[in-house]
């Protein structure tokens, strides 16, 4: 059995330009794409912060040192410039690898140039939803 786990993130990009009259994809800076270990080609997932949408494309390998984030055809209709996405990977793994596996998580400024902090994703804070559940009843 193969798990699909998450590979690799991109946090808080911001979408530089968005061509609805390119045939399709996303085009990244390559220092990004190196640095999250994506190829070009492979699958990646945009989720807009912005918009509140979330769709599937793939990588373009663009101008190393750019910043660049450019949201090409369809998807274009849902991502414009200055929307912060989060652009992630997954991988097919067994689960003896996921057990072992530590995701990619590069961070980035408002210009998508790499932040120094490579420290691993945090849980957000968990509500107390069954204290919650209870004052409603």
Not at 117 to 127: I, M, N, Q
Request: hydrophobic content about 45%.
């Amino acid at each position: 059995m193969k798990l699909s786990m998450f590979k690799s993130k991109i946090h808080r990009a911001t979408v530089t330009h968005a061509d609805l009259a390119y045939e399709g994809s996303v085009t990244i800076d390559a220092d990004l794409l190196e640095a999250a270990g994506i190829l070009p080609y492979e699958a990646v997932h945009i989720w807009n912060a912005t918009q509140g949408t979330r769709l599937m494309t793939y990588a373009l390998e663009g101008p190393r040192g750019s910043g660049a984030i450019c949201v090409n055809g369809a998807a274009a209709h849902l991502n414009k410039p200055g929307d912060l996405v989060i652009l992630a990977t997954f991988a097919e793994m067994t689960p003896e690898e996921a057990r072992l596996h530590k995701p990619v998580v590069v961070r980035v400024d408002q210009k998508n140039r790499q932040l120094a902090d490579k420290s691993e994703e945090k849980a957000g804070p968990v509500l107390n939803s069954l204290a919650f559940s209870a004052s409603l009843g």
